[in-house]
């Protein structure tokens, strides 16, 4: 069984920065990959970044390269999101995925995933 829980959400001004946290239980991590995405209201499910959890390059969405970091803790098997950089645009429920065997180009793919997070709500207004 795996469980995956976001964390670090909130209000930012734009400009500012914020960290999501996403902690997943269960094993298999050899074949894991994570992804994060995002959904603002009256649009669509995005994707934003993700990686596998060993080996292959992270990906990330367009609105998200040179503002967006993924990095990981594998001691405590947390992948974190450090956003900075920071625009209304950016206000979003975040969401965190588990999926495995993923191939490099199914990082994207939401449906591709099979564990999601409770997701965090990042509201970005001054």
């Known amino acids: 069984q795996v469980q995956v829980l976001e964390s670090g959400g909130g209000l930012v001004q734009p400009g500012g920065s914020l960290r999501l946290s996403c902690a997943v239980s269960?094993?298999?991590?050899?074949?894991?990959?994570m992804g994060w995405f995002r959904q603002a209201p009256g649009k669509e499910r995005e994707f934003v970044a993700g990686?596998?959890?060993?080996?292959?390059?992270?990906r990330y969405a367009d609105s998200a390269k040179g503002r967006f970091t993924i990095s990981k803790d594998r001691a405590k098997n947390i992948m974190y999101l450090q956003m900075n950089s920071l625009t209304h645009e950016d206000t979003a429920e975040y969401y965190c995925?588990?999926?495995?065997?993923?191939?490099?180009?199914?990082?994207?793919?939401?449906?591709?995933?099979?564990?999601w997070g409770q997701g965090v709500q990042v509201t970005v207004s001054a």
């Open positions: 269960g094993d298999s991590f050899g074949t894991l990959a």
């Open positions: 995925a588990v999926g495995f065997n993923l191939r490099q180009p199914d990082i994207s793919d939401g449906g591709r995933y099979n564990y």
């Open positions: 990686s596998r959890w060993t080996g292959g390059a992270t």
